[in-house]
């Protein structure tokens, strides 16, 4: 006879994606006609941007388009030039398990580029964008509870931890028009631009998540005219509302912001300059909100009056959950050797990564970032320098060691000196946003039906006096010898299942 069991619903994320996918990028590019010929390439920019990342029965699907720059100088060498295009790219990941309901998002780099010039008018690119996905699906593991039967003794355990409440994916769009200040000229044409997305605050009320933050724009632009690169920065606020099911006072929310297509263009006035620009800015927030809870585990049971076919299954457990956030600032020297720089054009950082490493015990977050330098010689010629970059430091308050950590970081720069003529001291900063989880492999009991064919035990009315040693395990006594666990933690004045001391157990079966 199957015994009567309780259930208890325990919901958790399941990432049934959680890597990187790889597309190539080979293209070659014929300069339009009014575009100066190459005398030397100084910097080829590959931004990749993501324009969807679905999961789906077919596996995860990403899409999106590269914008290419490149940074030349004419064919008299003294004059800054680029062109422009762009190139879409897709790769397809294969999910673990079904895609179903899954929540997904991506981001983009480019994991190695080369770039060469093999004529006057002609350009050749062969590079890789890496994507960093997660897709995320919440599933609900029906645990028993609890086994009620004739004769069943069963011995339960309650873990303290943490259970999903909602997986959200919310995309829009900012948008604005940025004016040019200060004397700044009208725009001919963009060189280089960035979009960097921060989220300042982040509130979990009743239903909804509410997420506020900016996006950090910067560029390099050709002004019209005879005038050398103009560099413009500005910040575009956002705040975002998100339904979510579930969502409440006491939830633990990790949330990240991934920045998709963008759109910097030189906007007319009613004068016909292009002394404004338009940016619009796709962004895509992935949450992941969690809620303590107690577990209830079924570890063993047995039966007084019959053998018992006990069913096991195994399970993975959140037991602990943080986030961090905090902010590293390092400073870097560029050094040029013997090359003297006279004038800063532009300073930037680009493949900026984050990753988080246990060490010892430790969390510990290393950063990688490049630096790109365009700067004016002592000649008065435009010329291009980069420098790798790494840095790693503790984590702050982190009180979960040796679990999983999902990290978001980016490094950003906020000041730079030229020292000895020869070098740029640049002072960064990296942004850290992480959850840091502990998680538990737990084996637990399902249930607990008699063996079929299999007579019952024979009745029997014993009193038996068994000597323990100390640490001995109340439950396996009473186990081995079919006992009720009620009668014996009451004749043997027991409340605790290891044994204090060294002393007889009394058995008594009626």
């Not at 633990?252 to 800015?281: F, H, K």
């Not at 430091?393 to 000041?415: H, Q, S, Y």
Request: aromatic share 6%; proline share 5%.
């Amino acid at each position: 006879m199957e015994p009567n069991a309780m259930q208890q619903p325990y919901p958790w994320f399941e990432p049934v994606f959680d890597g990187s996918l790889e597309a190539p990028l080979d293209l070659q590019y014929d300069l339009p006609d009014y575009c100066p010929e190459i005398q030397k390439l100084l910097k080829c920019r590959v931004t990749p941007q993501v324009s969807s990342c679905v999961a789906t029965q077919d596996g995860l699907q990403c899409e999106g388009i590269c914008d290419v720059r490149v940074l030349y100088l004419d064919s008299k060498g003294s004059g800054l030039r680029s062109c422009q295009f762009t190139k879409e790219f897709s790769a397809v990941g294969k999910l673990k398990g079904s895609g179903d309901l899954a929540v997904a998002a991506a981001t983009a780099s480019i994991s190695h580029l080369t770039c060469r010039a093999s004529g006057a008018r002609r350009i050749e690119i062969h590079a890789a964008v890496s994507l960093e996905a997660l897709a995320v699906c919440q599933r609900t593991l029906e645990l028993p509870t609890a086994l009620e039967g004739e004769g069943l003794e069963v011995r339960s355990q309650t873990l303290e931890g943490y259970q999903a409440v909602n997986a959200v994916s919310h995309s829009f769009q900012v948008e604005d028009q940025i004016p040019f200040k200060n004397g700044k000229p009208p725009v001919d044409a963009i060189l280089r631009w960035d979009a960097a997305c921060r989220v300042s605050e982040v509130r979990v009320e009743e239903e909804q998540i509410r997420a506020a933050g900016a996006v950090e724009v910067s560029f390099l632009y050709l002004p019209a005219g005879e005038a050398g690169p103009e560099t413009m920065s500005a910040s575009l606020s956002f705040s975002q509302t998100i339904a979510c099911n579930g969502a409440g006072e006491g939830c633990l929310c990790w949330l990240r912001a991934y920045p998709g297509e963008c759109s910097i263009q030189p906007r007319e006035d009613d004068m016909g300059e292009n002394t404004s620009v338009s940016v619009t800015v796709k962004l895509t927030v992935l949450a992941l909100l969690y809620k303590p809870c107690e577990v209830h585990l079924l570890e063993d049971a047995y039966s007084r009056t019959r053998p018992l076919n006990l069913r096991w299954e195994q399970g993975t457990f959140l037991r602990q959950a943080e986030t961090v956030s905090q902010v590293c600032k390092k400073k870097v020297t560029m050094s040029l050797g013997g090359e003297e720089i006279r004038r800063v054009v532009d300073l930037w950082q680009e493949q900026s990564t984050v990753q988080a490493v246990t060490e010892q015990g430790a969390l510990t977050f290393r950063a990688k970032w490049n630096l790109c330098l365009l700067y004016e010689n002592a000649q008065g010629k435009l010329c291009c320098a980069e420098k790798s970059c790494d840095a790693a430091f503790p984590a702050e308050g982190a009180g979960v060691t040796g679990g999983k950590c999902r990290v978001w970081g980016r490094t950003n720069l906020w000041e730079y000196r030229i020292v000895d003529r020869n070098a740029v001291e640049v002072s960064t900063e990296t942004e850290v946003s992480a959850l840091v989880c502990r998680e538990e492999e737990r084996r637990f009991l399902t249930g607990a039906p008699s063996k079929e064919n299999v007579p019952a035990y024979p009745k029997e009315h014993k009193l038996l006096v068994v000597y323990a040693s100390q640490g001995e395990s109340l439950w396996e006594i009473g186990k081995s010898h079919r006992a009720s666990m009620e009668e014996l933690r009451a004749l043997n004045g027991l409340a605790e299942d290891a044994l204090p001391d060294r002393r007889p157990i009394i058995i008594c079966n009626r």
